[in-house]
Each structure stands twice: as C-alpha cells, then as structure tokens.
C-alpha cells in the first residue's frame, strides 16, 4: 500500500491566488482528515470526512477555505484568495472505522508571500 | 473540550538512557490513543495504537502504557539511540472515526 498520498509537496504563491492541495487516502478507508500544522498553534483539524460526506468542518478558518471529496479516492483543500497567514504544512489523514490508527500524508508545505 | 499535554516540551538525553515521555488529557472517555514520531521537515509516523480496553502497548524498544482513570499515558523508549532524535506526539481519539486531539508534543535530541 503506497499510504495516504498528498500533492504537491511544496508551493510558493503569491498572495491573492487560489491554491488547491490534493489527497489520496488509504484504499478502503473510508474516514478522511485534513490537518493544519504551525509553529504556534500546532496541529489542527480542518475538516473531515465519513464516506465522501464533510462531518466536522468547524476547524475550517473562514469562507477562504473549502474542501471536497468528490469519490473515496480523492480530496482536496483549496483557498481562495490565499492570504500570508495561511502558509503552514497541510496533512491529510485517513483511517478505518473501529479500534485502527490514523495514517497520515507526507503534508504539503505551502507558503504565501 | 479535550485538552491533551505533553510534558516535558524538549528532552536531551545521552546514548543508551532509557527514557519516558508524558502525555495527560482531561477526558478521560476515550476510544483510542495513538503515538507519532515527528521528524524535521517530514510527516507523522505512527509508533503505536492503544486501545481504550488495554493498558499498553510494544513496539522493538518502544512501550506505551495507558491509564484512562487517571488521564495518562507514557511512552518509553529503551536504550535510546541518536536515530530515537524527533520530535513525539501523543493524540486521543474520543470515539471511533472522530478527530485526533493532538498533544503540542515532545522533542526529543538524543546525543552520540
């Protein structure tokens, strides 16, 4: 199994563009988390969710954000207009229903100058 | 709300000490927790997955004991090694599928 797989690893915008991160999670996992880690805040939940559909998106920071999952392969995370503030690594997570772990992606690195 | 803490923050240690690191939360209706790894610059790696009815778990060198009535588990690491260097995160997870409420973590240096 080649894990959780995000992209692109890295990216540099400019502010007031639009950037999309994409995730593929664990075949058969069917619970999807997407993740914002900082220096000061640590890692904090986005949004996730259970069988395509978004459960919790209370972590999402404003109207900036949105995210998708169109099919259980597939995700993503984009904000548009991007704003300095949201430059953090991205990761994305996915797991199984029951006693499991949480398997989580490489991130993705986005700064916003 | 869940709150989870790691102490200590930062722990440098020489080769070959055995070592404990803490992790606490407030609510102690859990379903799982789980430990990471951390590396500069890279991912989460998962070390290991306690459930709610056990009392711990191990890995090669690495043991995490659970004790939900008190808010607590420990992860120990046996004859650390400079590889052992990251940083190690502690999350619980309150019932099945829900988020994982992350600790701010330990970072640990272990020196040759």
Not at chain 1, 86 to 94: E, G, I, R
Not at chain 2, 10 to 29: K, R, Y
Request: proline share 6%.
């Amino acid at each position: 199994d080649a894990g959780v797989i995000q992209s692109p690893r890295h990216e540099v915008t400019e502010m007031g563009q639009e950037v999309t991160l994409r995730c593929k999670p664990i075949s058969g996992h069917d619970y999807l988390f997407w993740y914002r880690q900082t220096m000061m805040r640590g890692l904090e939940l986005l949004i996730y969710f259970n069988n395509n559909v978004p459960i919790d998106d209370s972590g999402m920071p404003e109207d900036r954000f949105s995210a998708k999952m169109p099919n259980a392969s597939f995700s993503t995370l984009k904000i548009q207009p991007s704003e300095p503030r949201d430059s953090a690594v991205y990761f994305c997570a996915s797991s199984l229903a029951g006693p499991y772990g949480y398997t989580f992606g490489s991130g993705t690195r986005l700064t916003v100058v | 709300k869940q709150e989870v803490t790691q102490i200590p923050a930062a722990l440098s240690v020489p080769e070959g000490e055995n070592l404990v690191l803490n992790c606490s939360f407030t609510d102690s209706a859990i379903y799982n927790l789980q430990w990471f790894r951390q590396d500069p610059g890279k991912g989460l790696t998962s070390l290991l997955l306690i459930q709610s009815s056990q009392r711990e778990q191990t890995s090669g060198r690495l043991n995490a004991s659970l004790d939900k009535s008190s808010g607590r588990s420990t992860l120990y690491i046996a004859a650390s090694q400079p590889g052992d260097s990251a940083t190690y995160l502690c999350a619980v997870i309150e019932t099945s599928g829900s988020r994982l409420t992350f600790g701010e973590g330990t970072q640990l240096t272990v020196n040759p």
